[in-house]
C-alpha cells in the first residue's frame, strides 16, 4: 500500500515538472519606441510606443547618455538644465516579459533657442501677364537651430488668420504668375521645433497692375533759349509691356501742370517735338501724350519747362530816394541800366502821387536815364520813377520811386543896428546876469526867422543826422520836415552854410586853407584827437562875404532880445512866461521830442524858436565875457569849444533864458543841438 502511494507521488510530480517546462517563457520584447519634442531646457519629451508583444506592466526608464537613469514610469520627460549638453533616450519593459526596447537618442540637449527676423519682405509692384519676382525674409536662430518656413496669403494687411500656401515653406516666396490685378497680401511665419516658438513677418503688399504705357526718358526739366536764336527740341522714349502701336501728341500749357488748360499743337505727333523759333521772351509749359492706338491706354509725361531769355535790364543805380529842393530851383533824377545781348536802351519817367511806381503818368519828352525837374514846382511832395525798355523783348524794369520835396527857402527876418547890454537878464521871469555886463553896439544884420529845418538841411546836404527823423516813434504827429535839424556838430553847420550860399549864387562865408568849396576841406572831424581839427579850426570868415553864416554869440542875443530895445525887457525871447514861447523840460518832458518850428508864439521881431526846442551854435569860441564895451564882437580868438544859446527841449527853465549861455566840442553832436543862419 505504502508503495502504491509512493508511485502516485511522484508521477505526482513529474507531471507537474513537466508542465513547468513546458510553459517556457513568451518571446522577448519586439515593438520599436520612439521620442517626439524637442530637446530643449524646460520642454516636454513624449515617448511613442508600437505593438511591443507581451502582456504586463509597461514600465519607461529615461535614460542620459544612454547610461544614466533620470526619470521612471512616466512616457514624459521634462528636460532639465542639467540635461545640457546631453542626449535622451528611454527604455520601455513589460512586468511579465524579459528584455526590453530603447529608443534612438535625442538631439544634444540645449537652453530654449530663440528665433529672429533680420529682414522683412518688400512692398513690391509687378505687371500682370509679366510676373516674374518673388519676395522674402532673412531670419536667424540661436543656440544652432535652423529655422523653418511657412508662408501665408491674406486678404487684408493682417498677419493672423491667413490661409497656408502649400510648399511655400522657404524663405523665399515666389509670387505667383497667374496673379490678376489686384492688391494682394502675403506674409512669412517663421518657425523652431516645429511651431514650438514661432514669429511673424511684416505684412508684404504685392501690387499686381495691368499692363500699361512706359515712359522710360522724359523731356528736359527745363530749357533755356535765347530770344532771336532758338534751337533746341524736346523728347520722350516711351514702351508699351506687350505689342503696341503707340501715338504721340504734344501740348502747350498755361501753367506748370499736365492738367488744366492746354492747347494741342498741330503736327506735334512725333516722340520729338522741336521748339518753336517765333517765340518771345517768356516762360513756357510743354508736355506729350502717348496713347496705345489698340486700348486706348494713355500717358502724359513730365512738364518741360522752356525758357526763352531775351535782353536783361538791370538798373544799377537807383534815382535818390529822397531829394529837397527849394521853391524855383531845379532838381535832377538819374538812373543807371545796363541791359545784356547788345539790346538798346530806352527811358521814361514817370510822375505819381502816391509812393509807387507802377500806375503813374507819362511825362512828355522825359525820355533819357536823366531827368531835370522842373522849377516851377510849388511847395510840397512829389513822386517819380523811371521805366527803362529795351529792344528784342525784354521786360521792361521799374526803378524805384524817387521823393521830390520842394520845400519854402529860409526865410529870413531883418535885424536893425543898434545897443544893448551883452548879459543883463531882463524881464520878470527870474534868473540873474551873465557877467561881467557890457555894452554892445551890434550893425544890421539878417537872421533866420525858424532854426533851420530837417528838410532844409536834407535839401542842401542831401542827408538828414536827427535823432528825431520821424521813423522811430520818438515824435509827437506833426509836420517832420519841418522839425528843426537836429544831432549836428558846428563843423556841419559850416559846410551847410556855404552849399547853401553856393546854390543861391552868394558868396560863401568861410574859408578853410583857402578855399571856400567845402569838398576842398576833406572829412568832418568827429572825435578830440582828429588830426583834421588843427585845419579846420582855421576856418575865416572871408571879408565882404555875403554869403549865409552861423550869427555871433552877440548877434544871437541881441536879436532874442527883440533888437534894440523895443520890444525888449523880457526874460526869454518874447515874453516872460517860457511856455509861452518855448519847448523844455518842463512842458515837454512827457514825451521828449523836438517840435516843428514856429509852434510857439514869436519875439518881438517875428523870430521863433530862439528860446528852447534846440540849442543853436554861434560863431564864437567860448570865453569869459569882459566889461569893455565893444562894437560888432565875434568872441574869443582861440579855444576848445563852441558857444550855444537857447536853450532846447532838454534844458530847465533857467536854460530857455535871452542871456543863457551854454558850449560843447565843435567835432560833438548832440540830440539837442541845432542851428540858425544869419547873412550880413
Known sequence: MKNIVK????????????????????????????????????????????????????????????????????????VQTADIGSSISVTVTRSDNSGSVTSAPTDIVIPVPSVTINTHPAWINVIAGFINSSISVSASATNGVTPTYQWYSDTSTSITGGNAISGATNASFSIPSTLTPGTYYYYCEVRLGGGLISVTSNVARVNVTAPAIAISSQ????????????????????????????????????????????????????????????????TYYYYCEVTDTDTGAWRRSNVATVNVIGPEITINTQ???????????????????????????????????????????????????NYVIPNTLTVGTYYYYCQVTATGGATPVNSSVAKFNVITPIEMVQVPSGSFQLGRNLGTGGGSDETPVSTVNISGFHIGKYPVTQAQYQAVMGTNPSWFHGGSGREPAEVQERRPVENVRWYDALVFCNRLSIMEGLTPAYSISGSTNPNDWGAIPTTWDDPLRATWDTVQIVSGSTGYRLPTEAQWEYAAKGGNGSPGNFTYSGSNNPNDVAWYWENNSSIISTHEVGKKAPNGLGIYDMSGNVQEWCWDWWGSYTSTAKTDPTGAVSGADRVLRGGSINSNVASVRSVFRNRYNPYDRFFSHGFRVSLP
Do not use: H, K
Open 219 to 282: 523731356p528736359a526739366e527745363t530749357t533755356d533759349v535765347f530770344f532771336g536764336n532758338i534751337s533746341g527740341s524736346l523728347s520722350v522714349t516711351a514702351s508699351f509691356i506687350g505689342s503696341a502701336d503707340l501715338r504721340y501728341q504734344w501740348y502747350s500749357s498755361t501753367t506748370n501742370s499736365i492738367f488744366g488748360d492746354r492747347t494741342i499743337i498741330l503736327g506735334a505727333t512725333d516722340a520729338n517735338f522741336t521748339i518753336p523759333t517765333t517765340l518771345t521772351p517768356g
Open 7 to 78: 508511485m502516485l507521488g511522484f508521477i505526482a510530480f513529474v507531471a507537474l515538472i513537466g508542465f513547468v517546462f513546458v510553459s517556457c517563457p513568451e518571446p522577448g520584447l519586439d515593438g520599436t519606441v520612439n521620442i517626439t519634442g524637442a530637446a530643449w531646457e524646460g520642454y516636454t519629451l513624449t515617448a511613442n510606443i508600437g505593438a511591443l508583444g507581451g502582456s504586463g506592466l509597461i514600465t519607461f526608464q529615461w535614460l542620459r547618455d544612454g547610461g544614466i537613469g533620470i526619470g521612471t514610469n512616466s512616457n514624459t520627460y521634462v
Open 319 to 369: 534815382p535818390a530816394a529822397v531829394t529837397s529842393v527849394f521853391e524855383d530851383f531845379n532838381g535832377n533824377l538819374t538812373v543807371v541800366a545796363s541791359v545784356t545781348m547788345g539790346a538798346t536802351l530806352s527811358y521814361q519817367w514817370y510822375s505819381n502821387t502816391t509812393n509807387s511806381n507802377t500806375g503813374g503818368s507819362v511825362i512828355s519828352g522825359a525820355i533819357n536815364a
